[in-house]
């Protein structure tokens, strides 16, 4: 079988190719799905924003150009749409709640203790502002490093490791639990 | 805090697999969107099409710029040779801009082969294009290709709606065991990870098989002055040579079989005034339009047709399952071919609808009068199968859509096509058949047709047909389709003659030689035609079946044939009298339905018959050998002579008509791009 890159696939997909295009979607569609779930931690929401994410990467996929790489591209679709949902929902919801997605909510003494900490983690992200929270989702839950980070962003490496260094300190003052996590 | 402690710790959330039913979702959302768009672009076509600006021609016809024209050979091995054309820089007139000089390939169809190809060679192809894909992704630079416009003629939308090319294409020209040239094309076979549906594409790639058709030879009169056939009303070729024009290249000349286009047209014959005799032929003789020392004999015979006051109004919903499992080919793209002919064989009154279920559900289509065929088919074309089955609410959809458009005295029917999935949004197969009957007795009939093999479901099918008062069937081929689409599903067709076979007794002395134009794979022996036993084609209702020979009066000086040296035209036993006027004497033997005896019609043909120029000839004989002359031409048959597309063209807008489908005036497009891809020396 043959591996197409994802430019290819652009291309083929620009010129017509459905195929190409249903690809290129089925192969990035857990990635971005993922980062969705990291953002808000509410399964049905993250489903759609991913889906919201690829009704808008169909839009502009014409005018995506190789200047960038497509992941880059598709991740910062991916945070801007989660930013938007975010903000339109921020009434109806808060994330917060988050747990409610868990089944074993009822029962945290079931949690294993690192996704405890974990969901404190996020939770107090999301009391970042969205650019900080961006920042830190890239780097540090998606384990990209500060140049890519920043050309998914739109910023420099500076800002972003400035950024990065706020989020880092305000995440300190509010999670008790995480340093608490972290002294054990 | 360390960095490595914060990503562990953001790397431990467990992460709830998304739901499959939103993943299809996403993905149905996403592909509808992209045919959104690939529409907008489609709309926003201006200027010159594809192929024009390949052939630097804007739509007056001249020249945009000279550009170099390169031809690299890729490869030759064992009379096999590769090439890739590149055309560079291509000149866009769209929106006034220049395009950066890109690479163009002129082969560049992702078309998947519609015949089961060998593991290894799959293997071979799929190498060889992961290669070419490579080389031209180095050639792109960053560019990307423009999308491939076709003319907006409605038309085009009917066979050539997005294919789309994955550069990775090569085309090959064959040399076969005769040293012609054949073409084929290799197929890129989509990328595909484990799991992933392989594409279904419809168009010709040149890998199909055509036995090779040797077109009929000129007979001498007094040495064989018996011709006997038997009709054909396929019209396969037509559609195949409609294919391969609109996808810029030449058919293989095997794949012409001159009949089938001739009969791919409706002509307006004249019906028998007595109904106990199912059709009439009509003969007209006129000078041969490539010839002027020949004349056409043209036979045109036209079934009895019901007529419209019996033929009720059909109001059809199809319901068609495109979800992944409908992929392979004796599925999806043989549903569409089966439709296709549904539709063809419906009236201009009538109203088609289609929904689909799968990931992308709902209506693909809404009601739509037959008159408006090419939107119909433009959108069977579109499908494609793809996503799991979402379920959604497919049938409910097409039963209102049935409903809304309700013809109490005319068929309603869904007609519901699938592979054995029956998620069409009720899943209880109790719920389903009571459903079913309910709707039934509102007047809206269900036919179940099953495809393919492996998941179909043939106890519910027939159960669901038997309440919705309809039937199954199993769709295995395109015969079958016919058979049960065209000819008794719909109703309005059926057969009214069966074994319809032709005889032609020409007289030695009105007529020298003759040749029979096409049918060369329906010639039967003379002794077949009285032969009860041997079978032939049959005539369904409203059907027509034209055959045109091409004479050579004996007072022509251009016979094709010497006489014999030592031949004694003296013992040739003398014509009677009474019937030296005649040029030939038609049989036509046919079965009614049911019986197995065969009848026959007779009528001499003589000067009675007669027009002394083409321009007086009928409309339909002339555009039938309008046809003719094209089939030749693109079979490369000798015997057209120096007539060429433009003088087809000429004649066949002559003798359009009222053209009430557009297929006449969709023939005249054929004609050009036939010439286009003559002119680019693709064959």
Known sequence: MIDYTDMELVDMSNSGNEHAFENLVERHYLTVYSLSYKWCRIREDAEEITQEVFIKLTRKLNSFTSKSSFRTWLYRITINTAKDYHRKNATRRTYESAFADDQSHNNPGNLPLDSIAARQVYAAMDKLPD???????????????????????????????????????????TCNGWQDYEKR | MKNDDLKKILNSLPIPEPAKEAKDKAIGAALAEFHRQSEKKKKNVKGSSWMERLMGKNRKGGPIMTRPIAIATAGIAAGCIALAITLSPVFVSEKSRFVKPRAVQVADRPELDETPRSPSAVGNIESELKDSAKEIKKEKVGSRPAPLLHPNDEFILEEAVVHTPPPAMRREVKVNGRGMPTMALSAAKFPMEPGVRPPVDQTYVGRDKFDTVNANTVKLVSEAPVSTFSIDVDTASYAFVRRSLNNGHLPPKNAVRVEELINYF????????????????????????????????????????????????????????????????????????SFRMLVNSLEADDTVAIVVYAGAAGTVLEPTKVSEKGKILAALDRLRAGGSTAGGEGINMAYSLAESGMDPDGINRVILATDGDFNVGIHDPEVLEDFVSR?????????????????YNDALMQKLAQNGNGNAAYIDSLNEARKVLVDEASGTMFNIANDVKIQIEFNPAMVAEYRLIGYETRMLNREDFKNDAVDAGDIGSGHTVTAIYEITPTSSNAKLID???????????????????????????????????????????????????????????????????????????SYVREFDYDDVVGLARGAKGDDPFGYRGEFINLIRLAETSAAMGDR
């Open chain 1, 131 to 173: 650019k900080q929270k961006a920042a830190l989702m890239l780097v540090a839950a998606e384990g990209m490093n500060h140049r890519e980070a920043a050309d998914v962003l739109g910023c420099s490496e500076t800002t972003i490791s400035w950024r990065i260094h706020q989020a880092r300190k305000k995440i300190k003052k």
């Open chain 2, 266 to 337: 409706d002509y307006d014959y004249p019906l028998p005034e007595d109904r106990s005799v199912p059709f009439k032929p009509t003969v007209t003789v006129f000078p041969t339009p490539w010839n002027p020392d020949t004349k056409l004999l043209h036979i045109g015979i036209k079934g009895f047709d019901i007529t419209p006051a019996q033929k009720p109004k059909s109001n059809l919903v199809f319901l068609i399952d495109v979800s992944g499992s409908m992929q392979s080919q004796d599925k999806l793209p043989l549903l569409k071919n």
């Open chain 2, 439 to 455: 709707k039934r007795k509102s007047g809206v009939y269900l036919s179940v047709l099953g495809f393919g093999q492996g998941n």
């Open chain 2, 563 to 637: 006489d014999l040296r030592y031949g004694d035209r003296e013992k040739a036993t003398p014509v009677k009298r009474s019937k030296t006027a005649e040029y030939a004497y038609l049989k036509v033997r046919y079965k009614l339905p049911g019986e197995s005896s065969s009848r026959e019609i007779e009528t001499p043909i003589d000067k009675r018959n007669e027009y002394a120029k083409i321009s007086a000839a009928p409309a339909e004989s002339r555009f039938a050998s309008a046809v003719a002359a094209f089939g030749q031409i693109l079979r490369g048959d």
